[in-house]
């Protein structure tokens, strides 16, 4: 939130309403991303350490497989 109070100072000297409705469009989108993208590291990193405790370090690159993939479709799909 910080970033966009920062770009909103910049961009509304420097481009002015247009700067500004630009940032309020795009700072949703931006925040669903990382939503989406703190949803699938948080659930990846916690069933790796799981597995990797189970000293199962197969189904643990699987896992890390997976969430790599889910994150390359969530990111096409925005």
């Given at each position: 939130a910080s970033y966009n109070i920062i770009d909103r100072a910049f961009i509304g000297h420097g481009v002015g309403d247009i700067g500004i409705a630009g940032i309020a469009i795009s700072f949703p989108v931006m925040m669903g991303?990382?939503?989406?993208?703190?949803?699938?590291?948080?659930?990846?990193?916690?069933?790796?350490?799981?597995?990797?405790?189970?000293?199962?370090?197969n189904e643990a690159e699987r896992v890390m497989g997976n969430a790599l993939t889910l994150l390359i479709l969530v990111s096409v799909g925005f």
């Open positions: 991303i990382m939503a989406f993208a703190n949803l699938i590291g948080t659930g990846a990193t916690a069933l790796t350490s799981i597995r990797l405790g189970e000293n199962n370090n």
